[in-house]
């Protein structure tokens, strides 16, 4: 979910506190303060960084407005290819609950730079509107705005820096948590047309690490599951999150939340009928983990071609901020299972 590593002093809390704003009516220490007449404040927890690289990586980074209306953008990163071919493109959302992160956020821009250079692709990391000034639809909304600004630029790629990398032909969507969330719902948002919606773009699969998703009745990992203290995403938080991000009057077993839920089958079955490769990457020590298995098995008992792999002894948002040595295993790991799920479209 959110990409930083949270001492035990800021386990997440909801308070009504007095403040120079006046009263806070949602909080998660350290992260979000959400306050009664509407005005947000979010720490500065992790730094925002340029697009600087370092040049023995292999791989440029630039920032491109996509709808400045909205202020939404993304940061490219351009693996140099030795072999003078095209290159599949990844369309990643980045993690925070829907409320907090950003595509600048120094974790992802190393995560991101690294994964381009070890799978051999672009990614366009998108920088999408936050919960709770813009709740849920704007992510899924910014995120099909997002594709429909790819495929303008898909005819004429020659003039630009990123764009006469890719193959427009292999697309992917990625993302981690809430922006695993986002692509999994901007696919069902897209309906069995996609074909015909996207072209020239070919949606190729889709990338679900650590999904973000929820529920009213608790799995037994949400209920169970022994975190550290400094986990990225605790139960409560998550449910701070989530009403934050869901409509006025939304429960946690909303389709967007919660797609297996009873009467959600429409959602779920949106997914199935696209047949589109999935890859889901679940992390041991997870509360989002009963969850994730789940959908996956929704997924496969209804005919789609999905593949999922459990990362041991680690746990949410390992990948992009911890420095563990097991951590560091697990997300080249996790590179290379990405590489594979990528390259099995070419044969």
Not at 87 to 105: D, E, I, R, T
Not at 282 to 293: Q, V
Request: glycine share 6%; charged share 20%.
């Amino acid at each position: 979910m959110v990409a930083v590593t949270l001492e035990s002093s800021l386990s997440q809390s909801i308070t009504k506190d007095r403040h120079q704003q006046g009263i806070v009516t949602e909080e998660i220490a350290g992260l979000i303060k959400v306050y009664k007449d509407g005005h947000v404040e979010r720490s500065q927890i992790v730094p925002i960084v340029s697009t600087a690289l370092d040049p023995q990586l292999g791989v440029t980074s630039g920032d491109i407005a996509i709808d400045k209306f909205t202020n939404i953008w993304a940061r490219f990163y351009v693996p140099k290819s030795q072999q003078r071919k095209k290159l599949p493109l990844v369309v990643y959302f980045h993690g925070g609950g829907f409320c907090v992160g950003s595509a600048a956020w120094s974790c992802y821009h190393e995560f991101l730079a690294i994964l381009a250079a070890k799978v051999g692709c672009v990614i366009m990391s998108v920088n999408y509107r936050l919960a709770p000034e813009n709740p849920l639809p704007a992510a899924y909304d910014d995120g099909i705005k997002s594709l429909m600004w790819l495929k303008q630029q898909a005819p004429s790629p020659k003039n630009d820096w990123w764009a006469r990398q890719c193959n427009f032909s292999r697309i992917f969507l990625a993302g981690d948590s809430a922006g695993a969330n986002i692509a999994y719902n901007v696919v069902t948002r897209l309906g069995s047309n996609y074909y015909t919606a996207l072209r020239p773009l070919a949606l190729k699969g889709i990338i679900l690490i650590q999904p973000f998703f929820g529920g009213e009745a608790r799995t037994n990992s949400e209920k169970y599951m022994v975190q550290s203290p400094r986990s990225a995403l605790s139960l409560s938080a998550s449910d701070t999150y989530w009403r934050l991000a869901l409509p006025s009057g939304a429960n946690r077993d909303h389709p967007w939340c919660n797609p297996v839920a009873k009467g959600s089958s429409l959602k779920l079955e949106g997914l199935m009928e696209l047949l589109v490769p999935t890859m889901v990457c679940i992390s041991e020590i997870d509360i989002l983990k009963d969850r994730n298995l789940e959908l996956v098995g929704a997924l496969s008992r209804a005919g789609n071609r999905v593949e999922h792999v459990v990362h041991k002894g680690v746990g949410h948002a390992f990948q992009i901020l911890s420095k563990s040595q097991l951590s560091q295993e697990r997300t080249f790991e996790m590179m290379s299972q990405v590489k594979a799920f990528i390259s099995a479209d070419e044969s």
